[in-house]
């Protein structure tokens, strides 16, 4: 069964109104996770890195006032997108660091914004 | 930096064919690799990885894939596809230190007729 579990999985909502994804480790405690973006027919891009009870580090080009994250429990991660616009419709996965083994990756989001 | 090249965009094959998804990588140092694959609307779903040793790499679907260093290559097998193989696939590298950083390529769609 999936280990890495991730909500929705397809929302659709307004242009200015911030949303909401969560990414919940179900067999690790996870002190890092990661969130990708994708765009149609393209690759995964890392937006940032999320670390348990502390910043996210964001990777460039990322505007981390628009692409809000928290980490405040080893289970579960958090990406908020504020104020979306059509732009910022795209697929959002996220993946769990398990120390010596490779990331596992939730389902994804598919985000449309009207 | 490392980075990733998937030449072909999409590979169409007739079922029970043999198919091969071409990967080459580039870094200065030792690398971890990886393929893995995302069905429609899903998340990623590693097939198979190559740290070290044998560079033949077993992997889940029968699918097998095999590192070769002088060539900078880590080509994906199947010697027989079915209907249900269709999906994206992507390879992906990793400095050999952990597997925080993936990089991934573009990702080729395999079409798997009948």
């Known amino acids: 069964g999936a280990v890495v579990s991730q909500h929705p999985s397809w929302v659709i909502c307004k242009s200015g109104t911030s949303v909401k994804i969560e990414c919940r480790s179900l067999d690790f405690q996870a002190t890092t996770m990661f969130w990708y973006r994708q765009f149609p027919k393209q690759s995964l891009m890392l937006m940032a890195t999320s670390n348990e009870g502390s910043k996210a580090t964001y990777e460039q080009g990322v505007e981390k006032d628009k692409f809000l994250i928290n980490h405040a429990s080893l289970t579960l991660s958090t990406l908020t997108v504020t104020s979306a616009h059509p732009e910022d419709s795209s697929f959002y996965i996220c993946?769990?660091?398990?120390?010596?083994?490779?990331?596992?990756f939730g389902d994804g989001t598919r985000l449309s914004i009207l | 930096a490392q980075s990733v090249t998937q030449l072909d965009s999409q590979v169409p094959v007739f079922e029970e064919a043999p198919v091969e998804l071409r990967c080459n990588y580039s870094?200065?140092?030792?690398?971890?690799l990886f393929w893995y694959v995302q069905y429609p609307n899903q998340g990623l779903q590693l097939l198979l990885k190559?740290?070290?040793?044998?560079?033949l790499v077993k992997g889940i679907n029968g699918f097998e894939a095999e590192f070769n260093k002088s060539q900078t290559s880590f080509h994906l097998r199947k010697p027989s596809v079915h209907i249900s193989d269709t999906a994206e696939y992507f390879c992906a590298v990793t400095l050999n230190t952990g597997f925080q950083k993936l990089v991934f390529g573009t990702g080729t769609r395999l079409l798997v007729s009948p």
């Open positions: 190559y740290l070290s040793g044998s560079t």
């Open positions: 870094s200065s140092v030792s690398v971890y």
């Open positions: 993946s769990v660091d398990r120390g010596d083994q490779p990331q596992h």
